[in-house]
């Protein structure tokens, strides 16, 4: 199938997140808790946290220097009261972030691009590229949108930024199995046919230390058994309706 049409219409980021007819790893995220999360994500969205504004709009200062300017705003106050409702109604387009939040986003921006290894992996490549493709056992259709893509060397390297609250391996490999990443770099490898797939860890607090890892075989090999038990799953419960949603439940032994 030609997937170029879905490519290009998913650059708009309105009809990227509100298509169903494409699962993401994020989607897959949710389908680990539980098929009823999925479909309750896809009936009814997601309310906007601060985390995940304070995540946009580190990911638009970082890679997207341009969008943030347009997109994102900071407020100088508290989030509540009638002054912050007013700014919110008037500003109800943009991503709205606290004068302090605005402020360590710079910093990081900052301490990101001091470092000469980050400026290699973000240069000579593409920011925010999707891709779309079916996938190969199951024939159910995924998607992604990558932070950063390149060639190297005759290989092609994905790069993806995080936040943490610890830049150390052992800390962060511990996020990556609590939050899917290693579900995350095999679908993003074999979705883009990509030869590497690294992380670009920073802290959210000053002094914004910085890790930088490369995922190795055995990480991506784990992660890719994860995403194919769930996109059966998807397979089974939202592309086969082979089973009631609702009749999902875990049972085990403590």
Known sequence: MDFSKYIKDFDSDSIY??????????????????????????????????ALLFGRAFHQNILEPDKYKEQ??????????????EFKL????????????EKSLLKMR?????????????????????SCWEDSDTGVYCKG?????????GRKILVDIKTTQDHLQR?????CYKYGYDRQSAFYMDGFGADEFWFIVIEKTDPFDVGIYMCGDDFVSGGRSKYKDLLNIYDQYFIKQEREINDYYVESIL
């Open 110 to 130: 900052q301490k990101l691009y001091s470092i000469p290894r980050v400026v290699g992996l973000l240069s000579g490549g593409e920011a925010e590229i999707v």
């Open 90 to 101: 008037q500003n109800d387009d943009k991503t709205i972030i606290t004068k302090g939040e």
């Open 72 to 85: 994102v705003i900071s407020y100088d106050g508290t989030r509540r009261g009638k002054v912050w409702e």
């Open 145 to 153: 949108k990558t932070d950063y893509v390149k060639e190297e060397n």
């Open 17 to 50: 997140y509100g298509d169903k007819n494409f699962i993401t790893n994020s989607q897959l995220g949710k389908l680990s808790h539980s098929p009823a999360k999925l479909e309750s994500y896809r009936k009814w969205g997601q309310d906007d946290t601060n």
């Open 171 to 175: 800390a962060f490999m511990n996020s």
